[in-house]
């Protein structure tokens, strides 16, 4: 049974959002684009929508009863949908309480879905005490409560975080006993089968599946790699990272940099750099360095004998 805030709705979809800084408008998720360019995350579209309308669901009060807790959103690994959604958040203006798939596990029975209460009572507080919408982000939630067997019926504190999602998603304004906000939850998740059913009902969860398209990998890779090459060097390589993911592109910036600090070792000396870093932080940034064409193709090679090796281990 899904419960109903004890207060009359508002009907006013304007006045519903107008402590939360919220405006349904059709430019608005545009605007949020827009702020890439000077960003160190590229926001796709169709993430920033997902997010959008599932946070404006929730705190249009007139809605509540039909929206959906928690919003789940899938993905293959190394898409970045963590670091997407946080930074889709951060744009909005939406304080966001993370929990982490560690944080859910723990030898004493009980302990991780008490600690999940409290951070939703927490962000609850929040949100009512600067008058700013709050958002709960749980990583990797399958590893915390998946089952990844037929015949295992999962550990004590699997179940009890099971019991608590479902009590959250049907009464998410009382918590043991305690008058709460209503605070969305977003998951991420690999494989949301593993997931119990229960969980996954409508009107308690929302799955949706994040695959960038190529061309979206393609805009991510480029805002990437942005400080590090131009233009050209990056249409360059783009017919050898077909297939790649935008942590492989991550992966890239990590490897010319090891390539920078090698060139800049033989001219300075360990100390000299660190203490330069440190100091000016401006020494060791990749954009006051120039990577030729050989050594980009170079460190492509790496990355793409790295990926080789990484997919051989889950065969």
């Known amino acids: 049974m899904i419960s109903q805030?004890?207060?009359?709705c508002r009907t006013n979809v304007n006045n519903a959002l107008e402590n939360f800084n919220l405006r349904i408008e059709g430019k608005y998720i545009q605007s949020i684009l827009n702020l890439n360019e000077n960003r160190p995350i590229y926001v796709t579209a169709d993430i920033a929508q997902m997010i959008y309308l599932h946070l404006v669901k929730n705190f249009i009060m007139d809605t509540r009863s039909n929206a959906a807790l928690i919003l789940a959103i899938t993905g293959p690994f190394g898409i970045g949908k963590s670091a997407v959604i946080k930074e889709v958040l951060r744009r909005l203006g939406?304080?966001?309480?993370t929990v982490g798939a560690s944080e859910l596990e723990s030898e004493w029975a009980g302990k991780p879905s008490e600690l999940l209460k409290n951070k939703y009572k927490q962000a609850s507080k929040i949100q009512k005490d600067k008058k700013q919408p709050c958002c709960i982000v749980i990583d990797d939630i399958d590893l915390?409560?998946?089952f990844f067997s037929e015949f295992a019926s999962g550990t004590t504190n699997t179940?009890?975080?099971l019991?608590?999602?479902?009590e959250l998603a049907d009464n998410p304004y009382k918590v043991d006993g305690t008058c709460t906000d209503r605070i969305p939850i977003i998951f991420t998740c690999n494989d949301l089968s593993k997931i119990y059913g229960a969980v996954k009902r409508p009107?308690?969860?929302r799955a949706w599946h994040y695959n960038p398209s190529a061309s979206d990998i393609t805009a991510i890779g480029r805002h990437i790699l942005r400080c590090a090459i131009d233009e050209g060097l990056f249409n360059d390589i783009l017919p050898e990272t077909q297939g790649w993911t935008p942590a492989d592109y991550a992966q890239l910036l990590s490897v010319l940099q090891e390539y920078m600090l090698g060139e800049l070792s033989q001219n300075y000396s360990a100390d000299v750099c660190i203490h330069t870093a440190f100091k000016t932080n401006t020494l060791l940034r990749v954009d006051n360095y120039a990577f030729d064409s050989a050594m980009l193709h170079r460190a492509v090679l790496e990355v793409k004998e790295g990926i080789e090796e990484t997919q051989k281990s889950y065969v």
């Open 5 to 8: 805030p004890n207060r009359k």
């Open 94 to 97: 939406i304080i966001t309480v």
């Open 144 to 146: 915390a409560m998946g």
């Open 159 to 161: 179940r009890h975080l």
């Open 163 to 166: 019991s608590c999602f479902m």
């Open 203 to 205: 009107r308690r969860m």
